[in-house]
T-cell receptor, first 112, second 116 residues
């Protein structure tokens, strides 16, 4: 079974700083996708960024980028120029043949 | 705007009293999911529908049932809620094959269930 591990339960940074959230996963599948979802307080979960495992190039979406290390089974999220609106719970998720498996989440707080 | 809607946002029920949570979508997606999310934990998949094809997770208690009468609506029935069923219940949709391995999942705002 796939597992997803987020080793940082909570993080806090100042506005405009860069922050990196860690995620590792374990799988025997060769074809899969990885996701970062954001769940703001009292609001619905939304997709931040997605990475196809067969692509070597790291995905980027504006201020959000990933560092995908397939051999190491690592998938970290970097948020540049952090904003107050980035305050949320961030979940790393693995999409394989069966279902989406979420990590335990990292609660990120951006301080003014 | 196209979206995933969950009603009610907050639901209080008594121990053992059946409760139904509803989800509707205007995205015309094939797949609908129900997740249970307890405080500060990851969402846990309960089951999903690909069209009318129901897929139950092996560890989903029998106490939880689901219905999907049409493409737009999906219901979560908890037959005899226990205190341990208090949680946020998230509905999500995706375009593609059940399991949503490649497709983005679109989430509703959730229903917070309290069991007294």
């Amino acid at each position: 079974a796939q597992t997803v591990t987020q080793s940082q339960p909570e993080m806090s940074v100042q506005e405009a700083e860069t922050v990196t959230l860690s995620c590792t996963y374990d799988t025997s599948e060769s074809n899969y996708y990885l996701f970062w979802y954001k769940q703001p307080p009292s609001r619905q979960m939304i997709l931040v960024i997605r990475q196809e495992a067969y692509k070597q190039q790291n995905a980027t979406e504006n201020r959000f980028s990933v560092n995908f290390q397939k051999a190491a089974k690592s998938f970290s999220l970097k948020i540049s120029d952090s904003q107050l609106g980035d305050t949320a719970m961030y979940f790393c998720a693995f999409g394989g043949a069966q279902k989406l498996v979420f990590g335990q989440g990292t609660r990120l707080t951006i301080n003014p | 705007d196209a979206m995933v809607i969950q009603n009610p946002r907050y639901q209080v029920t008594q121990f053992g009293k059946p409760v139904t949570l509803s989800c509707s979508q205007t995205l015309n997606h094939n797949v609908m999911y129900w997740y249970q999310q307890k405080s500060s934990q990851a969402p846990k998949l309960l089951f999903h529908y690909y069209d009318k094809d129901f897929n139950n997770e092996a560890d989903t208690p029998d106490n939880f049932q689901s219905r999907r009468p049409n493409t737009s609506f999906c219901f979560l029935d908890i037959r005899s809620p226990g205190l341990g069923d208090a949680a946020m219940y998230l509905c999500a949709t995706s375009r593609g094959r059940g399991g949503g391995i490649t497709d983005e999942q679109y989430f509703g705002p959730g229903t917070r269930l309290t069991v007294t």
